[in-house]
């Protein structure tokens, strides 16, 4: 029982476009969300989050929202550049209670930014 | 500085033996954590430590699984009697304590193939 899921395995965008990629929870509980960006035989790299008082948080090119009705959230990347070329994965956890820590992945999203 | 390093990078064993991986946390970082992911899958958390102590082990898929922690510091995750279900890439991370709050730092990830 998939609880955070990344509906596309793969996203190919022309360079200087906006990319969007998005994720999708089951879990009520969820209450914090992740976006890490993993490149081939490097560990995941954390990129920007959100906690579900916020409906938006930008960081530069990076911006993610979040729609707690829907249980939906996205990350938007503008503009895309060819470095921006990685696998992106959505992670969720309860903000608080015990098990604050514990990280929930979806599959991955491979994001191509072509030249 | 040092970031988290995993050793060995790739380990191919055969059906049935032992295998043990190792992890080298960030210094300082109280809190460890061992996932795993399996071919087109999101990271599954396996295992957290708080210091040299495991709250959660909840994520071991079964008893053949088994982890430690020494020194706050280096963990291993050993593996009996190895099936081929076990091939993945067993990724470690540390953060400075066990809460959101604070990141979680990726190593590498070992790539264990069972044949």
């Known amino acids: 029982d998939q609880q955070v899921k990344q509906n596309s395995p793969s996203l190919s965008v022309q360079e200087g476009r906006i990319s969007i990629l998005n994720c999708d929870y089951t879990?009520?509980?969820?209450?914090?969300f992740l976006w890490y960006k993993k490149y081939p035989a490097e560990g995941p790299t954390f990129l920007i989050s959100?906690?579900?008082?916020?409906d938006k948080n930008e960081d530069g090119r990076f911006t993610v929202f979040l729609n707690k009705s829907a249980k939906h959230l996205s990350l938007h990347i503008v503009p895309s550049q060819p470095g921006d070329s990685a696998v992106y994965f959505c992670a969720a956890s309860p903000l608080t209670g015990g098990s604050n820590y514990k990280l929930t992945f979806g599959k991955g999203t491979l994001l191509t930014v072509n030249p | 500085g040092a970031g988290v390093s995993q050793s060995p990078s790739n380990k191919v064993t055969e059906k049935g033996k032992d295998v043990e991986l190792r992890c080298d946390p960030i210094s300082g970082h109280t809190a460890l954590y061992w996932y795993r992911q399996r071919l087109g899958q999101g990271l599954e958390f396996l295992i957290y430590?708080?210091?040299?102590?495991?709250?959660?082990k909840s994520g071991l898929p079964s008893d053949r699984f088994s982890a430690e922690r020494t020194g706050e510091s280096v963990s291993t995750l050993t593996i009996q009697r190895t099936q081929q279900e076990d091939s993945a890439v067993y990724l470690c991370?540390?953060?400075?304590?066990?809460?959101?709050?604070?990141?979680?730092?990726f190593g590498p990830g070992t790539r264990l193939t069972v044949t």
């Open positions: 430590f708080q210091g040299n102590s495991a709250p959660d």
């Open positions: 959100i906690s579900s008082i916020k």
């Open positions: 991370a540390s953060s400075l304590a066990g809460t959101l709050t604070y990141e979680q730092y």
């Open positions: 879990n009520s509980m969820f209450d914090y």
